[in-house]
């Protein structure tokens, strides 16, 4: 017996570690997630969306084809980045669209039914946004625009925002960008920094030398409202923010 005792003990933490992940799914996503079960989230409506499809994965295959679980895999850091982020070390850059498709719009139509305005620094720049009310992404937004507007030498970087909600495929893939939901935004464009552009390339195998002007305390702010950062990804995009709650548990 005692042979298979290392076995239990590792299958028992291997399931424990599963609940947990998935319950950070159910504390991000209150008004979708319902519960967790041995084989995946079950959604309000009953649905029940697989959390491991079994695969090992390469990093291309984590970002073409990820599931619940490897969008989890990596750990989103709020501790103030001190160095350049390690190789591929990219936490949200794996995406399980179907997720995102079900909870905010699988299709552009579907978004914009749940699209609403807000005022983006209120009181200097007055410039209006299209978000998502889903999830009061809209209030997280105006949360951020309120609290970076007391901070006057904040504004530089986030007084002219490239942009909320446009339904796009990111760049050089396939797959669907955070801002087709309505759940993410680009700040200034003149203080930011995006991988493909300074290496004038879309290989992601490409060794990359990190660049940012982005302010810690913008990025502070982001985070605190339940935004990461594109600053954190070795694949770098310094004027990237986006919705993901499920990272900070």
């Excluded at 490409?206 to 990025?219: G, T």
Aim: glycine content about 4%.
């Amino acid at each position: 017996m005692s042979f298979f005792k290392p076995f239990l003990l590792v299958f028992f933490v291997l399931l424990s570690l599963t609940s947990r992940a998935q319950s950070e799914y159910l504390r991000a996503y209150p008004d979708h997630i319902v519960r967790a079960t041995s084989r995946g989230i079950v959604w309000k409506d009953s649905t029940l969306m697989p959390f491991d499809d079994g695969q090992k994965k390469t990093f291309a295959e984590l970002l073409q084809n990820a599931d619940l679980e490897d969008q989890l895999v990596q750990k989103y850091s709020k501790k103030r980045q001190e160095k350049a982020p390690q190789l591929n070390h990219d936490p949200g850059r794996f995406r399980y669209e179907p997720f995102f498709r079900k909870m905010y719009g699988n299709t552009e139509a579907e978004v914009r039914k749940n699209l609403v305005e807000i005022v983006w620094l209120p009181k200097t720049v007055k410039k209006k946004l299209l978000v998502s009310k889903i999830n009061n992404v809209h209030q997280h937004f105006q949360a951020v625009s309120d609290e970076l507007e007391r901070h006057p030498e904040l504004l530089k970087y986030v007084d002219n925002p490239a942009g909320t909600f446009v339904w796009r495929l990111i760049s050089g893939t396939n797959r669907l960008s955070m801002h087709s939901y309505g759940v993410a935004i680009d700040i200034n464009l003149n203080l930011s920094h995006y991988w493909q552009w300074d290496c004038r390339c879309k290989d992601e195998n490409v060794p990359l030398s990190y660049r940012n002007k982005i302010a810690a305390q913008v990025v502070e702010i982001f985070e605190k409202h339940g935004f990461i950062w594109g600053g954190k990804w070795y694949h770098y995009d310094t004027m990237h923010f986006e919705y993901r709650p499920e990272l900070f548990f």
